[in-house]
Nanobody, 115 residues
Framework: QVRLVESGGGLVQPGGSLRLSCAASGSTFSIAAMGWYRQAPGKQREFVSVITGSGSTGYLPSVKGRFTISRDNAKNTVYLQMNSLKPEDTAVYYC?????????WGQGTQVTVSP
């Protein structure tokens, strides 16, 4: 059974940085596509970034150039480096694993960007 555990969220001032981590259990991590999504209060969950098993990446246009997704297959962990954070980045951030036609979600980590 796959388990995803996010960490690294917190309160940061505008312009600041955070690095989110998502540690995955199981043996399929290296071939899985890993994604980050976020959900702000009163809004639907939205895609933020993805990295495939081969290392290709994609980003939500509003975070491109500020956020960087990466993975360490030896540690079964995916990261989201978030720089130049804005108040509109405030949300619960979720990790998602996509493998063998199955999707798995973590429990989320809160990111709050506020003066």
């Amino acid at each position: 059974q796959v388990r995803l555990v996010e960490s690294g969220g917190g309160l940061v001032q505008p312009g600041g940085s955070l690095r989110l981590s998502c540690a995955a259990s199981g043996s399929t991590f290296s071939i899985a596509a890993m994604g980050w999504y976020r959900q702000a209060p009163g809004k639907q969950r939205e895609f933020v970034s993805v990295i495939t098993g081969s290392g290709s990446t994609g980003y939500l246009p509003s975070v491109k150039g500020r956020f960087t997704i990466s993975r360490d297959n030896a540690k079964n962990t995916v990261y989201l480096q978030m720089n130049s954070l804005k108040p509109e980045d405030t949300a619960v951030y979720y990790c998602k694993m996509m493998v063998a036609s199955n999707d798995y979600w973590g429990q989320g980590t809160q990111v709050t960007v506020s003066p």
